[in-house]
């Protein structure tokens, strides 16, 4: 059985985080650089998988994406929920650099369409339906790989995305102390 605030010790969550994270996050992100830039959805990887994929040949235009840093605020706000036994949501602030590499002929075009489409504010609708919204999109970088002797062009983004995490934990009521209570009223 899980603590509570009652058993001391620590305490978990009653339920996971809204928040999307790793996969569920990835596949957002992947939706998101789908519809911005007309890129077929096979071609807009997961920057990191466990079996890496065959990369495309270096005349076919794609995409490998992922978040690279989760930078938390300090100091979420808890509030307390009187109802029933009781309970603390934590609200915490973040901010996610996210990082999107494209490939292919039209690498930078690409690049540069995904950048001008985050800031249409319905291409955020559905990032703004998970709680994510648009900090920056950065300057395109170009960084060529070297793959099996090959340069394949690269142009990087770098992408700020904000968004509020909620945590709910069991933190019961106060019902009752045995202290007395002092105050600065007269």
């Known amino acids: ?77 808890e509030i307390h929920d009187g109802t029933g036994n009781g309970s603390d949501k934590q609200q915490a602030w973040e901010e996610f650099a996210v990082l999107a590499s494209f490939y292919g002929p039209d690498g930078m075009a690409n690049a540069a369409l995904l950048r001008r489409g985050l800031y249409v504010a319905q291409n955020r609708e559905l990032l703004q339906a998970q709680g994510i919204d648009l900090v920056e999109a950065g300057k395109v970088v170009t960084a060529p790989d070297l793959v099996n002797q090959q340069w394949v062009q690269r142009r990087d983004i770098p992408i700020r995305l904000r968004r509020k995490v909620a945590t709910v934990y069991p933190i019961l009521n106060i019902l009752s102390a045995d202290d007395i209570l002092v105050t600065d009223t007269h």
Request: proline share 14%; net charge negative; hydrophobic share 40%.
């Open 1 to 77: 059985m899980p603590n509570d605030s009652s058993t001391g010790g620590y305490i978990s969550p009653v339920a996971p985080s809204s928040a999307l994270f790793d996969a569920a996050l990835d596949a957002l992100l992947q939706q998101a650089v789908v519809g911005i830039t007309g890129l077929p959805g096979e071609l807009v990887r997961p920057r990191w998988q466990p079996v890496v994929p065959k990369q495309p040949e270096p005349s076919i235009n794609w995409c490998a994406i992922g978040v690279t840093e989760i930078d938390p605020m300090d100091y979420p706000a």
